[in-house]
């Protein structure tokens, strides 16, 4: 019935509300990645060129692990992926994020050079590099690609 309609969104309100501010944000990220001109798109690949690299460095260090090439794309749905050859590939608006998030997902793909899977293992050795690892990981999983 309309009344118990109009309960529910009462009840609701502030989860509603919340959401909707989220939505705006990721669609207003979206507009300003969207307006870039190609040229200006590409120097900011080029940037990400420079330091997604040295991250990826020093994190492989820390883990005590090896890696092939490093690929930067536009990707969809991915922020990044390990194969079993053991290259890396990221997706170039990595750049984008906060230093904390980029980093979580460096360490992720890295942490695949040890265990190419998403096991107990595997977190346990994420874990060892960033302790607040799940924090990251919640944060990483609120931002739309």
Known sequence: SEAKIQKFVEEKQEW???????????????????KL??????????????VIPRRVAYYAE????????????QQKTRWGSCSSKGNLNFNYRLFFLPEE???????HELAHRRQMNHSKLFWAEVEKV???????RQALKRIVI
């Open 130 to 136: 960033l302790p607040d690892y799940k924090v990251r």
């Open 16 to 34: 509603i509300l919340k959401n909707l501010e989220k939505i705006q944000k990721r669609d207003a990220q979206k507009e300003n990645v969207q």
């Open 62 to 73: 820390k883990l005590g692990v090896s890696y092939g090439k490093i690929t930067l794309r």
């Open 101 to 107: 998030l980029r980093d979580y997902v460096i360490v």
């Open 37 to 50: 001109s190609a040229l200006e798109r590409q120097h900011l690949q080029n940037k990400a060129c420079v």
